[in-house]
């Protein structure tokens, strides 16, 4: 059994959930497709673009505060209090935990998407990451 890529307007993508049988329907998947793989470089973009961000507005004296506040631990006696910084960094790493979870989801659906071995389908990731990268790339230069 040989794997290749076909040209065909009918295809299943992502376990029968979505199933295409017509030339329209193909350019439409197509047209989500492109958008998903648009989407994912924007995510990827934009969560390097918060932790530039987040690494600026944070003061350099967070990684001492974190490397004190380990020590107090390790000790063994009572924490002191978590400041404001600590605070704000905490839930910025929640924030990119969620972003990055997200930009997996939608990597994994672009890769099944992929997996149907349609050459439309393959085109349209390419163009979209392509798309997207273009579209997104600018913004990292941006201050």
Known sequence: FQ???IFSDKV???FDFW???SPAGMALS???VLLLAVLYEGIKVGKAKLLQQVL???PISISQQVIT???WDAAGSESPPISRTHHRWYLCHIGQSLIHVIQVVIGYFIMLAVMSYNT???FGVVLGSAMGYYLAYPLLRMV
């Open 3 to 5: 794997m290749h890529f």
């Open 12 to 14: 299943v993508l992502l």
């Open 19 to 21: 199933s295409v049988h």
């Open 30 to 32: 197509v047209l989500v």
């Open 56 to 58: 600026v507005s944070l």
């Open 69 to 71: 506040e380990t020590e």
């Open 120 to 122: 439309w389908i393959f």
